[in-house]
Structures are given as C-alpha cells and as structure tokens.
C-alpha cells in the first residue's frame, strides 16, 4: 500500500511537471490579446496572406506561400489597446532588425504606447472572393495543402499619430493594388479617404485560420468558411478537401 501511494505521487509530480512545461512551451510562442491567443513573430507577416506556420517546440516561423487577389476591399475591424508589460516586450524583439518605431514603456506611467488589433469582419465576403476565377490556381494548390492557414488578424505598432487617425475613421479597409501588395484605406466620417501602408508599422503577433472545404451543387470543391484553430467547420464541410469529396460521393450512390 505505502510504494502504492508512493508510485501515485511519482506519477502525479511527473504528469504536474509535464503539464508545467507545455504551458512554458506555449507561452514562448504565444501572448494574449484581447482575451484572444496569437502567435509571436519577429519576421514580417501579412493579414490576408496564406502561409505555413513551422517552428520548433520554442519558436514558430510563418512562411507566405501565396497571396490571395481580392478584387474588392475587406472592411476591418480595428481596435486600439494599451501596451502591457508582455506585448511591449513582444513588440520590442519585433522591431529590433531594424528598430523602425520610437516606442517607450514605462510601467509606472498611467498612460502607455497602443498598438491595434486589425481582424477581418466579413469572412463571407472573404471566402467568397476564394471562390472567384482569380483565385482557381491558389484554390488547386491549397486542396492538397490543407495545413495552409489565413493570416486572419495582426497585432501592429503604428507611430502615435497614425494610432490616432485609425482611431478616428469610421471604417477601414484592406485593400489590394494590381501587384497585391495590401493597405489600409481609412475613411474618415466626412467621405474622406486616406491610404496607411503597413510598412509603417511593425507586426509582433498574429492569428490564423484554416479552411472548411464542400462540394458545390456542380461537384466542384470550394472553400465554405475559415474558423481559426478553436473552431470546427459547420456542417457538411471538412478541414480535409478529400473528405469533403468522399462525403459527398457517398451520398450520391
């Protein structure tokens, strides 16, 4: 009975120490945003792009490996938050290579630097522009990719200013030029439009999300939704395209 209990507390000081060193793990890679998990990143990622997210059990890397073309903006939703001590540091290694903000964090000081969370509102008319004829290549080359994520929404440092007139527009966009490279068009509650190019701020963190896959009514695959890493696909729609075909099939017999 004793090297009973004995054998138990073993196993449950090991089972206590692993759980310990997942979190550890997880924490290295990962911070918390607006009560939402996103991945750290010290390269250049960009919102609305298709990649792969590699790494070690320490580090995670997000390699582009297409650009969608969206033909029409994408509005955004945009929210300005307040540095803590772990986001700045985040920022910090972020804009180190080079250092291309000004940005300064005292923890004593009421008022803190903000950077803004930008995430698509509209994953209708997200998938719906997947499913377009300019997308047909990419569609193809993602059915047997299906670890391939959207970057669906970016935590970014701005210079104060620009903070500032995000925080005034009354909506903002994605938008994309002929050789898509992406943007931001700000309106302002006049009818004004302005342009704020990303590379005048510095990406720290990121989410993505997959693609849910179905057969439409000609027996074609299309992308039916993207759900980020806590969401299941809807129903009749599967993360794997082949599956998706299969059911289908199935059905049809």
Known sequence: ????????VAYMRRTITLILICLLIFSCKTITVNQKSQLLTKTRVELGSIGLVNGSM??????SIAIPTFRKELKLNVQAISFSKNTFKAFAKANQQPQKLALH?????????????????DRVAITEALNTSKNTGLR??????????????????????????LEKASEVFLVQSPSKKFSLKLKSFNGKYQTLEFAEGVVFAYQTSSFCWKENSKHKLVIADIVNGLEGCPPN???????????????KL
């Open 1 to 8: 009975m004793y090297l009973f209990i004995l054998n138990k």
């Open 58 to 63: 320490i580090t995670s890397n997000y390699e």
């Open 105 to 121: 964090y005292v923890d004593s000081l009421e008022i803190k630097p903000e950077y803004v969370l930008l995430q698509f509102v």
């Open 140 to 165: 193809s080359y993602l059915e047997n990719k299906e670890d391939a994520q959207m970057v669906s929404s970016i935590s970014i440092a701005f210079p104060e200013n620009k903070i500032r007139e």
């Open 237 to 251: 729609t599967y993360r794997k395209s082949q599956k998706a075909v299969q059911k289908n099939d199935y059905f």
